[in-house]
């Protein structure tokens, strides 16, 4: 096997390519839609009180000017980006071992999350059993979800060691192949599929590229992905975390110039409590590829929640919005919009990574 | 003055087109959306537990085939229908009165709800001064939204006795031309507009008519729009009504053959608490119009709006839901559609209304 960083010279805009061309048939076109609204919101200037703690406090507040191009990966299937890296993997898996040998063994995935209905989706559209270990503290519509998609499920206990044991144990009855949620090469490059879309669809109404794009950063699938399809394009790439409770572990990493191995947070943006892999660390530290990662906090990204559900009439899920809460509350990026984008501003694509919440979360968020 | 039935008789086709060509810039052109999901939930035979104390009881549910063709108002400019008919009736006052009279006099309306925001919207695009009377206890974001448009807002108290005073008072003054929100002839062409669009926007993906098409029924506009536009064509035209505390008025009009002129509920549907009005009921009742009005409970709207929310990831206020409503637990309606549609079903188009909610109303809804 090769090491990570020769993995990540093989990170190509082309290997992204590829990847969309395997899994395209089995993968909504979700849309790129825009909102005057927010982006005037976005556009108006911070209020001095609300620099007041900031390293900004007392200065004048920045006045960017965005023109945001969502991509609505919240309408994807099983609602979440999550169904284009599964996809891939499993294809990948598929060609290498043959379909009568997988069919056989079967794949196998530890998550509670996204990656799990993804997987599930994947492997019952393409007929691979699938074996999905899930903690039994699960919330029963998760479990349910992944059972209708014909997955098996297997509960563990919490920790990721119970988790691991449980793994290993169906492992050694099934040899079923383990598809990692985002700290794999074919992962990442499914993921990335998303900014091929996005640089299609702003193409179609503009003759200029997008000035940036910006996701969320948990386990850094999605944004290495996105790197690598622009890493040999204008269009700049930035990350955002929510710093709660250290949950910001890239932004953190990337000052200290060494990947945080470890988090343990409870930020409300639940699909970005992991720490980056190791293989989306090589590509995200590469000031090149990622030129930055910001954090928001709770409030910051309850505030963007709520512009998203109430104005633009999208339904998001807390870590979807982080992008966004960067551009709308982050004084050091907003300035870097005002210096750079000038009078003309920015063409921001923000990816909404998924959409998967109930009313009663929000019920929960907002009460 | 011509008589209500009279100016029924006028209501045609060609009045909603010539309503469409004249506010056509002014309004978005909102998606006629599909989700396989919510088609799959709603094709799905009802249990037979939930058909106790119906009259269906005992009886085999019904198994009839949907395919669902939403059409988004609530993505409309101020997030619904309304602005369709506020920029028709105020271009058509313009018409009348010329724009030098009208920049003088001004407009006025009463309402809390979409059509002051609508109004409002309306007159500022056009330069004209708008005067809308609000209950002093109005929310103070809907204050705001209106102010944010540019029209004065006055306050009143709650009765309508209250509201039509202080109207009245400002019309001494201003000699301001009152601008309903539902019983009048161009309000209603404006509505209709809706189904000319989503008839196109059908005809682009298939070579057959929608089968159905089912709007929510307050005062009446959009469903007399919608009825009008349609009353030429083999598309079907049902109502839904909330029945909570007798908001099904429509429904109860069209059984005792007489209009209901009173109505006293605080349904979670809240756009949906006023009476049908004189004009709209001349369109509604005509069986040759309107094939039919059903009314939901507060439940089915809430599981109806939580699917929507969910599943379709779409931000849709209570009222707009009744119809979708309708289809998942009005049994005598699903029934039809298994009688008529049988093997193919039906394509059924759903008008969002609106989707003018926030989060702490989603939140009070599911708490």
């Given at each position: 096997?090769?090491?990570?960083?020769?993995?990540?010279?093989?990170?190509?805009?082309?290997?992204?390519?590829?990847?969309?061309?395997?899994?395209?048939?089995?993968?909504?076109?979700?849309?790129?839609?825009?909102?005057?609204?927010?982006?005037?919101?976005?556009?108006?200037?911070?209020?001095?009180?609300?620099?007041?703690?900031?390293?900004?406090?007392?200065?004048?507040?920045?006045?960017?000017?965005?023109?945001?191009?969502?991509?609505?990966?919240?309408?994807?299937?099983?609602?979440?980006?999550?169904?284009?890296?599964?996809?891939?993997a499993l294809l990948r898996v598929i060609e290498a071992q043959g379909e009568e040998e997988l069919k056989k063994r079967g794949v196998i995935t530890?998550?509670?999350?996204?990656?799990?209905?993804?997987l599930?989706?994947a492997a019952s559209t393409l007929n691979i059993p699938a074996y999905?270990?899930?903690?039994?503290?699960?919330?029963?519509?998760?479990?349910?979800?992944?059972?209708?998609?014909?997955?098996e499920?297997?509960?563990?206990?919490?920790?990721?060691?119970?988790?691991?044991?449980?793994?290993?144990?169906i492992q050694a009855k099934t040899n079923a192949i383990l598809i990692?949620?985002?700290?794999?090469?074919n992962?990442?490059?499914?993921?990335?599929?998303?900014?091929?879309?996005?640089?299609?669809?702003?193409?179609?109404?503009?003759?200029?590229?997008?000035?940036?794009?910006?996701?969320?950063?948990?386990?850094?699938?999605?944004?290495?992905?996105?790197?690598?399809?622009?890493?040999?394009?204008?269009?700049?790439?930035?990350?955002?975390?929510?710093?709660?409770?250290?949950?910001?572990?890239?932004?953190?990493?990337?000052?200290?110039?060494?990947?945080?191995?470890?988090?343990?947070?409870?930020?409300?943006?639940?699909?970005?409590?992991?720490?980056?892999?190791?293989?989306?660390?090589?590509?995200?530290?590469?000031?090149?590829?990622?030129?930055?990662?910001?954090?928001?906090?709770?409030?910051?990204?309850?505030?963007?929640?709520?512009?998203?559900?109430?104005?633009?009439?999208?339904?998001?899920?807390?870590?979807?919005?982080?992008?966004?809460?960067?551009?709308?509350?982050?004084?050091?990026?907003?300035?870097?919009?005002?210096?750079?984008?000038?009078?003309?501003?920015?063409?921001?694509?923000?990816?909404?990574?998924?959409?998967?919440?109930?009313?009663?979360?929000?019920?929960?968020?907002?009460?």
């Open positions: 096997m090769s090491t990570p960083t020769e993995q990540a010279q093989a990170l190509t805009p082309a290997a992204v390519q590829a990847a969309y061309e395997l899994i395209k048939p089995y993968i909504h076109l979700t849309p790129l839609l825009t909102c005057k609204t927010l982006d005037k919101i976005a556009s108006t200037p911070q209020t001095a009180k609300a620099l007041i703690g900031t390293p900004f406090e007392g200065q004048t507040p920045a006045t960017p000017k965005f023109r945001f191009h969502f991509k609505c990966e919240n309408l994807q299937r099983i609602g979440a980006f999550k169904a284009r890296g599964a996809h891939h530890h998550s509670s999350g996204n990656h799990a209905q993804a599930a989706l999905i270990v899930m903690p039994e503290i699960s919330t029963p519509s998760k479990i349910a979800g992944t059972r209708s998609h014909g997955a499920v297997v509960f563990s206990g919490s920790t990721s060691v119970e988790r691991e044991a449980v793994v290993a144990e990692p949620p985002y700290d794999d090469f992962i990442i490059c499914g993921q990335g599929t998303t900014a091929l879309e996005m640089e299609g669809q702003f193409a179609e109404k503009s003759s200029k590229s997008l000035d940036a794009v910006i996701t969320p950063v948990g386990g850094g699938g999605l944004n290495a992905g996105v790197a690598t399809y622009f890493s040999d394009k204008s269009t700049r790439v930035f990350g955002a975390e929510p710093s709660f409770q250290g949950a910001d572990d890239c932004r953190r990493g990337l000052l200290a110039q060494d990947r945080v191995e470890k988090v343990s947070t409870l930020t409300v943006a639940d699909g970005l409590r992991t720490p980056v892999g190791v293989l989306n660390w090589e590509v995200i530290s590469d000031k090149k590829k990622v030129e930055g990662v910001f954090a928001v906090t709770e409030e910051q990204i309850k505030a963007a929640m709520r512009l998203v559900l109430e104005r633009m009439k999208v339904v998001v899920e807390p870590s979807a919005v982080v992008g966004l809460a960067v551009c709308m509350f982050d004084e050091e990026f907003r300035k870097r919009v005002e210096e750079e984008g000038g009078e003309d501003g920015w063409d921001v694509g923000i990816v909404f990574s998924g959409g998967n919440t109930t009313v009663e979360a929000i019920s929960k968020l907002y009460s």
